[in-house]
């Protein structure tokens, strides 16, 4: 770990606000707030947490929805237990990942997956999309009608296309970028709520003549 890293992380509140109250990493604060903005869980919901570890958008999601939902937490990486956690060790995109959720359907789908970043912008970007596209995939085989689905994405110019592609199938689609996120991150949220599990795959719309979506960036 570079020195420099470590001086900005010392400087970084919410890496401090992490520590201080035991929370498993800076990410948590980024979910908090897209629940206190969009309203994602509510008591006794079922929340699939895609590249969870080290856990703590799961740790926040259990505390929004015990006592008696259930969060399934998807990561290669190892997650450690908590009450009402259920651990899958294994990736998405993986086509035999659906059958061991151990669950038939979730209320909240969430992606939080970065891509092994290369330092090419343009790369980075690439596989950032495509992480959300395999997200939705697996999102639109398990969500509950009137769902909620959540993704992180690295900005760049196929957000646009890639927004296109998750609103058919809600009612309503915002982009955001938590005060969380760190400034010079290009990351954002896509936030969908209202999944509609009827919506016919529709021609893809003309991007210049679709609407926006709700958006703050
Ligand atoms: C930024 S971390 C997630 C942090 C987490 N939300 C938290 O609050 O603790 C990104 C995670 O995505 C995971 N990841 C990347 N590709 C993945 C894939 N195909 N399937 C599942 N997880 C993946 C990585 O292993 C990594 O743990």
Redesign the pocket.
Known sequence: MGRRFVDQRRRDPYYRAAQREGL??R??F??AYLDDRFQLFRRGARVL??????????M?ALDRIAPTGIVVA????PIAPAEGLRVVR?????PSLVERLGEASFDVV?S?????ISGAYATDHARSVD?VR?ALALALRVLAPRGAFVA?VFAGDMVDELVLEVQPHFTEVARTKPPASRAPSSELYVVARGFRPDARRRERPDPARAPRPDSDI
Do not use: Q, T
Request: glycine content about 14%.
């Open positions: 498993r990493s990410a948590a980024k979910l947490d895609l590249g969870a570890a080290p856990g703590g958008w799961s926040i998807v990561d290669p990486r294994g990736r998405v995109g993986d969430l939080d997956m970065s891509p092994s992480l395999s992180k």
